[in-house]
């Protein structure tokens, strides 16, 4: 059965799922068209150190890099929006392929041209993230996100964390405004 993630409330992959070594994050939402274009949410991982910062640009996976370094996270490929049903964007991740320098994995949520577009998350509608068990599609968690953020274009929705060697995933929800190169500023 599939946990729920809440804010702040960490939960251990390992535990829930022992031997654990491929998962596939999945972001879903519904379609949306707001000044006559569609509301296109894109999904990316930052891959940083204890610092918190990425080690090299490189372990920041997204449309415009769509593999790390390491070949651990991989970005196959931008739904522009949201249409048919399940994950309409995924990152898949090898967790025994991570670097040793990395220690949390920050998995966000952007609009593209939101503000040249006027696109906030206030528009967007049943966003959620999935991180299932790559080997047989299972389901192990899952965010929601309910708020309406209606200012704010960027999203730091989930996180992993290294923690003695297993990984722990969390619910985060928090929300920027500057879309994606904010949060590239805050993690260089």
């Not at 003695?164 to 920027?176: K, R, S």
Request: aromatic fraction near 10%; include cysteine.
């Amino acid at each position: 059965m599939a946990i729920h993630l809440e804010k702040k409330k960490p939960v251990s992959l390992e535990k829930t799922t022992p031997g654990l070594k491929k998962i596939v994050a999945g972001l879903g939402w519904d379609i949306a068209n707001v000044n006559g274009h569609d509301v296109d949410l894109d999904l990316s991982v930052f891959m940083m150190g204890p610092n918190g910062k990425l080690p090299d640009d490189a372990f920041f996976v997204f449309y415009n890099n769509d593999t790390s370094p390491d070949g651990a996270a991989h970005y196959p490929g931008d739904s522009r929006d949201g249409s048919g049903e399940g994950d309409d964007e995924i990152i898949s991740v090898d967790l025994s392929k991570i670097d040793r320098r990395i220690e949390f994995l920050y998995f966000a949520v952007t609009i593209d041209q939101a503000e040249a577009r006027g696109h906030h998350f206030g528009y967007v509608r049943n966003a959620y993230i999935n991180i299932r068990n790559s080997a047989d599609n299972t389901l192990l968690c899952q965010y929601r996100l309910n708020e309406e953020f209606k200012n704010e274009d960027s999203l730091i929705i989930a996180t992993l964390t290294r923690n003695n060697g297993q990984w722990n995933i969390e619910a985060v929800g928090q929300a920027f405004s500057g879309g994606l190169n904010t949060l590239v500023e805050m993690y260089q």
